[in-house]
């Protein structure tokens, strides 16, 4: 390996790095609720961990409350016996 490819390698991952980097603090809003914060969080969905968004409108209510609305009876008595940890902005 020349030392041409190991700076290239190391500029890859670096970019790779800072993209990554970018990425968790756009979820980080000072005082403020945002609806990525809930990129990360899965839920259950008959069977299958799928992310929240998927089964749930995610709103702001206002500038410090993140809302889910779900449409389904059955998922919502399966999330609430899952939910070890609510999530509280």
Do not use: C
């Amino acid at each position: 390996m020349t030392i041409a490819d190991i700076k290239k390698t190391a500029e890859q991952k670096m970019t790779r790095s800072i993209e990554a980097f970018k990425a968790e603090l756009q979820k980080i809003r000072t005082g403020r609720a945002h609806p990525g914060i809930l990129d990360q969080v899965h839920v259950d969905y008959y069977g299958s961990m799928v992310p929240i968004s998927q089964v749930a409108n995610v709103t702001l209510l206002d500038a410090r409350t993140i809302s889910s609305s779900r449409g389904k009876r059955a998922w919502a008595r399966r999330s609430r016996r899952r939910s070890a940890n609510p999530i509280w902005v």
